[in-house]
Nanobody
Framework: QVQLVESGGGLVQPGGSLRLSCAAS????????MSWYRQAPGKQRELVAS???????NYADFVEGRFTISRDNAKNTVYLQMNSLKPEDAAVYYC??????????????WGQGTTVTVSS
């Protein structure tokens, strides 16, 4: 069984910073791409950033250079450093990992989400 556990959410003032973490655990062969998504109330879940196993990154346009995704393969962990946060960044942030099992099947797993609130 694979489990993703996010942490690092919280309340921050506009212009502030947060660092989200997502650690994968369980029995698997390899983690391929890892991603961060977010979902604000009444809106669809949207991709924030993704990173491949060789550290190639991709960002949504709204990130505008404010966020940085990174990963530590030794720790099976992906991070999202968020700077210059805006009220519109408030959402539940979810991580997703594409994982290769020992049976050589590839599946997407999701974390439970961590809430980011941006308010003065």
């Amino acid at each position: 069984q694979v489990q993703l556990v996010e942490s690092g959410g919280g309340l921050v003032q506009p212009g502030g910073s947060l660092r989200l973490s997502c650690a994968a655990s369980g029995n698997f062969l390899r983690i391929n791409a890892m991603s961060w998504y977010r979902q604000a109330p009444g809106k669809q879940r949207e991709l924030v950033a993704s990173i491949t196993s060789d550290a190639s990154t991709n960002y949504a346009d709204f990130v505008e250079g404010r966020f940085t995704i990174s990963r530590d393969n030794a720790k099976n962990t992906v991070y999202l450093q968020m700077n210059s946060l805006k009220p519109e960044d408030a959402a539940v942030y979810y991580c997703k990992a594409n994982i290769l099992s020992f049976r050589l099947s590839r599946l997407d797993y999701w974390g439970q989400g961590t809430t980011v609130t941006v308010s003065s």
